[in-house]
């Protein structure tokens, strides 16, 4: 068996060949630079056994490191790293063939650098990510080279004595190293199999915590607005009909001869007049959230998104105080959704967006806000000119619970409930900015075509 075991998905395996590509490039360079190190240092051997072949012997060491040197060059570029296996199996026979120079030019079979052989059979096995049959090819070419040398130094095929006893210890070599591989390899397939199932294993721990963060942050706003519900479903009984009854009262007074004689009192009764407007419009506003459509129902219902704007306008009037908000919308603002959600991803952005310019000192603080249709879909896009979203920031506002604020004015959910909301009418909701200049949400809604209305 020379590789991973055969029920292993495709998927699973090509990653791990990925993985074993780049771990055999690291050792692979590794083992090359110790491979000159030890060659050069056999200098001091050729100098203790043969004096006289220390100079060819120096020589001949000399360029074996440099065409190793050679070959990690090579492995630095694209095609050798891609063929890292070669290159290893060729720089690892390189002091194999020079051994058995060696062996051949001074004693043959008798020559002690019979174990310069063994240590490369060995080395491949431990050191390096080898397979099995790269092992036993990389033993048999040892051997094969080492019967070579011993007979070119006896002049006849070599039998028996030092060469039977080298052969047997070769072989030994060679079958130990092969086994060596093959549970190396089982080894370095089992850590990398736990290690994808423990990435596995985290990546679905992350999304389970995200859905149950968002899931937390959905009932937290169900619970806002339910409990808004409540609140205005109160105010519709018991604001309606006080202002209704001032506002009587102020069309009377101002039918008064004495109030048309008198240009303060009319000036009066006008501004009055407008402030229970307001009220009107704001108690308006709420029957939204108190008549809000129970199930599913609700988010395919029409509604005018140039009123949603309006009410959320009004609904945050006294956050965007001196900030100037610019409408750019086109006449037919028709859109299916629940408008009471809408309300509530439009109130979210405009008073981030206050907020930040508020927080930035922004100079001629303005909100623009576009609508545009684009197919059936209306996008809307609400661009602000505050100090931006850091570039660190931009890729998690949509995160739960990920806020910028100061501890107690936020959960860091508003952004992650909006996108929720969004994507639940089938658009997304995306961020853009300029740390410094402006910030920029767009999102979609689907829009009522003609046929439709």
């Known amino acids: 068996m020379t590789g991973p075991a055969p029920y292993v998905n495709l998927h699973l395996h090509s990653a791990y060949e990925s993985d074993l590509r780049a771990y055999r490039l690291r050792f692979s360079r590794g083992g090359a630079w110790t491979a000159i190190g030890l060659v050069l240092l056999g200098i001091g051997l050729d100098f203790s056994l043969y004096p006289d072949h220390l100079w ?21 570029q694209p095609w050798g790293a891609r063929h890292v296996e070669a290159m290893s199996f060729t720089w690892l026979m390189l002091p194999q063939v020079m051994i058995a120079w060696m062996i051949a030019v001074t004693e ?6 019979y174990a310069g052989l063994n240590l490369g059979v060995f080395a491949s096995a431990i050191a ?4 099995m049959w790269q092992n036993l090819t990389l033993g048999l070419l040892t051997y094969l080279l080492y019967a070579a040398a011993c007979w070119v130094y006896d002049g006849q095929a070599p039998v028996g004595g030092a060469f039977a006893v080298n052969s047997l210890l070769l072989a ?5 190293s092969a086994v060596c591989t093959y549970y190396n390899e089982q080894a370095r397939f089992n850590l990398f199999q736990l290690k994808a199932e423990l990435a596995d294993k985290n990546a679905q721990l992350e999304a389970n915590n995200r859905s ?23 105010l519709l009984h018991e604001v309606n009909n006080p202002v209704n009854f001032c506002m009587m009262a102020i069309d009377i007074a101002m039918e008064e001869p004495g109030a048309k004689s008198s240009e303060v009192l009319l000036e009066c009764l006008t501004d009055a007049k407008s402030g229970m407007q307001r009220v009107q419009y704001i108690v308006s506003d709420l029957k939204t959230f108190a008549y809000r459509k129970s199930g599913s129902d609700h988010e395919s219902a029409q509604f005018l998104f140039e009123r949603a704007l309006e009410s959320s306008v009004r609904l945050v009037g006294h956050e965007i105080k001196g900030i100037k908000v610019n409408r750019h919308l086109q006449p037919d603002t028709l859109v299916r959704g629940d408008e009471a959600a809408i309300i509530g991803v439009l109130i979210n952005l405009l008073s981030n967006a206050a907020l930040a310019m508020r927080k930035g000192a922004t100079q001629g603080p303005s909100i623009d806000i576009y609508a545009e249709a684009r197919g059936d879909r209306l996008q809307i896009t609400v661009r602000d000119n505050g100090p931006g979203i850091a570039p660190e920031n931009i890729g998690r506002v949509f995160e ?9 004015q936020g959960l860091g959910l508003g952004l992650s409930i909006c996108y929720s909301v969004i994507q639940r009418h089938g658009g997304l909701l995306a961020a853009e900015s300029v740390p410094g200049e402006w910030t920029r949400f767009t999102f979609d809604l689907p829009r009522v075509t003609g046929g439709e209305k």
């Open 212 to 234: 149950l963060a968002e899931i937390k942050g959905q009932m937290l706003q169900q619970e806002k607005m339910a409990a808004l519900g409540t609140l205005a479903a109160g």
């Open 400 to 408: 739960p619970f990920f806020t910028t604020r100061e501890v107690g």
């Open 56 to 76: 060819e012997f120096t020589l001949a060491r000399v360029l074996v490191s440099l065409a190793i040197l050679g070959i990690i060059g090579l492995m630095r």
């Open 108 to 113: 043959g079979a008798s020559s002690i650098y």
């Open 128 to 131: 390096f990510a080898f397979r």
């Open 172 to 176: 030994f070599s060679a079958i130990a």
